[in-house]
């Protein structure tokens, strides 16, 4: 018997130049109040990058409260929700990256306001999404929280992104070839749900990412453009599942190991990327061929080297992987892999 969820869809996505210069009209439709209290989450560099001028033009429609957050630890997020709560701010604005929306996701999650999403890196694909990937104490936890109101992606400023988090966010794209072999696994072994629409669209958009690769590693408009909408839509199928399962599986499961023994080292997409080669080869899938092939192109890590990270790091990573999220069943198993059966994948696909 199929479960019952709630679907909650963005209800905007403004994509394209000069996109920012949007946000008046969804603040005025947002609320009938002559004036209104919003808070602004944002970055140390990214509030440069454009928290400015959101915050100059929230300024127009009441006060503003500016938070710059240095990480995405669940107490920070937790701070500057009771802050919120305590301000009564009537919408929460993320401006930036990961940390910044997730934290932004929390806080209207928990102060019951509507939430935009400003991202000014195509670097993930949580812009979109339900959930929060935030640090604790010992590990990553993904949680359920606001789907945004409104995404409002400028191309002009997103293709002014470092390369690096442009690639990330193909990267993270990739990384759905394998979450939705991952979630079909699971719904055959385990009997948990599997939704086929919400598994397409995720799969949708890695398609996409491979295809235009070229494109959006240019860091064009138009290539922005692909990568934002494709991020979005694996969003919107983390929405329609009610979970993250269509956009996240044992790739992420490496990727979030990584970022424990390994903190600050690799970007998010990197990782997820390098775990989509692995467990693709795990599977038995020659795609994981074509996608190194695809990117050492445009260059995304391949090696541990290229991460700058010593090879028993990521044998360490692809053993552990499984305990990060142990209710989560995928190609890994409820144990996970032998340090052995790990130095011959690792091996086997060039990594290290």
Not at 147 to 165: E, F, G, H, Q, V
Request: proline share 5%; with cysteine.
């Amino acid at each position: 018997m199929s479960r019952i969820h709630e679907i909650i869809l963005p209800l905007k996505v403004i994509v394209g130049s000069g996109a920012l210069n949007s946000l008046p009209s969804i603040l005025r439709e947002l609320n009938d109040k002559e004036t209104l209290r919003i808070g602004v989450v944002t970055g140390e560099n990214t509030y440069t990058a454009g928290g400015v001028f959101v915050e100059k033009t929230a300024r127009d429609f009441g006060e503003v409260f500016v938070w710059r957050v240095k990480d995405s630890k669940l107490e920070t997020a937790q701070r500057i929700a009771e802050e919120a709560s305590s301000k009564s701010i009537d919408v929460v604005i993320g401006v930036g990256g990961g940390k910044s929306i997730d934290i932004a996701k929390y806080t209207g999650f928990k102060t019951g306001v509507p939430v935009i999403s400003i991202p000014l890196a195509p670097s993930h694909d949580g812009i979109a999404s339900p959930f929060a990937s935030l640090k604790g104490s010992d590990k990553p936890y993904s949680m359920k929280t606001s789907t945004p109101y409104a995404i409002i992606a400028d191309t002009d400023i997103i293709s002014k992104a470092p390369k690096r988090l442009i690639l990330s966010g193909i990267g993270d794209l990739l990384g759905k070839f394998v979450s939705v072999r991952d979630w079909q696994l699971a719904h055959r072994l385990k009997g948990e749900y599997y939704g086929e629409y919400a598994a397409q669209l995720a799969l949708l958009s890695a398609k996409h990412a491979l295809r235009y690769h070229e494109e959006i590693a240019s860091s064009s408009p138009e290539g922005v453009r692909i990568l934002v909408e494709a991020l979005v839509s694996s969003g919107v199928s983390m929405c329609i599942a009610g979970s993250s399962r269509p956009a996240s599986g044992s790739e992420h499961l490496f990727a979030h190991a990584l970022e424990i023994l390994a903190p600050g080292r690799v970007l998010h997409g990197e990782a997820v990327a390098l775990g989509t080669i692995i467990m693709l080869y795990i599977y038995g899938d020659p795609l994981w061929k074509r996608i190194r092939r695809v990117m050492r192109k445009i260059g995304l890590p391949t090696t541990a080297s290229e991460l700058g990270l010593p090879p028993e790091i990521l044998v360490k990573a692809l053993t552990i992987a499984p305990s990060i999220r142990p209710e989560r069943y995928t190609i890994l198993g409820e144990r996970g892999v032998s340090e052995e059966a790990a130095l011959k994948v690792l091996r086997e696909t060039s990594v290290i």
